[in-house]
């Protein structure tokens, strides 16, 4: 006869953990005693399955370096000064926009919760299983540009690639330098085919056309962001003043 302790070994040398976790709350028990066998084997499979979900999750949330690691949708305030649309955003919030390579643009003044929002929708991406990475523009226009120097530029465009949510928080803070607009346009072009978007900007989108400067690569730039992209224009004062009061 087959021990417990044979299965639960094997189990390890398969690192099935949460399905040695389940067996062994199975023989610690009772009550899945009056379970048949295959509502027993269900269970196993089961736990298996949520504890690799569990660490798949921890993995891209690991690899997004969100600002905010408490973001989360249940957090965000839907006050009416914020033009913040709940139903907005439960309709992002099934990822649907990613499957169909949209972007999310969010703009709107100094703390009224651009950058929260933004990351509050990239941890549910997360949830769903999208690979998702987090920049400020500055940080995002530096790496490309020291992977120029190491000769690791290709490299590092496939690796940005890879991710389907990508969140670029602070356009439209500094001027941008010739060649940091064409690796943005480099960047924008590829999530075109590759993924999906969501930019953060105090500047009206309307603004952002003429500070892209280049008018050719702006024209471009601009079709490429703003065709079928959802648009969210926060509104309302500081964000970080009334939590701080609540």
Same mark, same amino acid.
């Given at each position: 006869?087959?021990?417990?302790? &044979?299965?639960?070994?094997?189990?390890?040398?398969?690192?099935?953990?949460?399905?040695?976790?389940? +067996?062994?709350?199975?023989?610690?028990? /009772?009550?899945?005693?009056?379970?048949?066998?295959?509502? @027993?084997?269900?269970?196993? =499979?089961?736990?298996?399955?949520?504890?690799?979900?569990?660490?798949?999750?921890?993995?891209? *949330?690991?690899?997004?370096?969100?600002?905010?690691?408490?973001?989360?949708?249940?957090?965000?305030? %839907?006050?009416?000064?914020?033009?913040?649309?709940?139903?907005?955003?439960?309709?992002?919030?099934?990822?649907?926009?990613?499957?169909?390579?949209?972007?999310?643009?969010?703009?709107?003044?100094?703390?009224?919760?651009?950058? =929260?929002?933004?990351?509050?929708?990239?941890?549910?991406?997360?949830? #769903?299983? %999208?690979? &998702?990475?987090?920049? @400020?523009?500055?940080?995002?226009?530096?790496?490309? @540009?020291?992977?120029?120097?190491?000769?690791?530029?290709?490299?590092?465009?496939?690796?940005?690639?890879?991710?389907? +949510?990508?969140?670029?928080?602070?356009?439209?803070?500094? /001027? *941008?330098?010739?060649?940091?607009?064409?690796?943005?346009?480099?960047?924008?072009?590829?999530?075109? =085919?590759?993924?999906?978007?969501?930019? &953060?900007?105090? #500047?009206?989108?309307?603004?952002?056309?003429?500070? +892209?400067?280049?008018?050719?690569?702006?024209?471009?730039?601009?079709? @490429?962001?703003?065709?079928?992209?959802?648009? #969210?224009?926060?509104?309302?004062?500081?964000?970080?003043?009334? +939590?701080?009061?609540?």
């Amino acid at each position: 006869m087959i021990s417990v302790d &044979t299965i639960l070994q094997q189990a390890t040398t398969l690192n099935l953990g949460g399905l040695k976790e389940s +067996l062994l709350l199975q023989t610690q028990d /009772p009550n899945y005693g009056s379970l048949s066998f295959e509502e @027993r084997l269900y269970h196993l =499979f089961e736990s298996e399955i949520n504890q690799r979900e569990n660490k798949k999750v921890k993995r891209l *949330l690991q690899a997004a370096s969100f600002k905010d690691k408490t973001a989360s949708l249940e957090q965000i305030e %839907y006050l009416p000064k914020r033009n913040l649309d709940k139903s907005v955003i439960i309709s992002l919030s099934n990822g649907n926009f990613i499957n169909l390579k949209q972007n999310v643009l969010i703009t709107g003044a100094t703390g009224v919760g651009k950058s =929260f929002t933004m990351q509050c929708l990239g941890k549910r991406a997360i949830d #769903l299983g %999208y690979p &998702t990475k987090y920049y @400020r523009l500055s940080n995002l226009l530096e790496e490309i @540009r020291t992977s120029r120097i190491a000769g690791t530029y290709t490299k590092t465009l496939a690796k940005i690639s890879k991710f389907k +949510l990508l969140l670029i928080d602070d356009f439209g803070v500094t /001027p *941008l330098k010739p060649d940091e607009i064409n690796d943005l346009f480099e960047i924008i072009e590829d999530r075109t =085919f590759s993924g999906s978007m969501i930019i &953060t900007a105090q #500047l009206p989108i309307k603004d952002w056309h003429a500070y +892209l400067g280049n008018e050719t690569i702006a024209d471009a730039m601009m079709d @490429r962001l703003i065709h079928t992209a959802h648009k #969210l224009e926060l509104k309302g004062g500081s964000m970080r003043e009334y +939590l701080a009061k609540k």
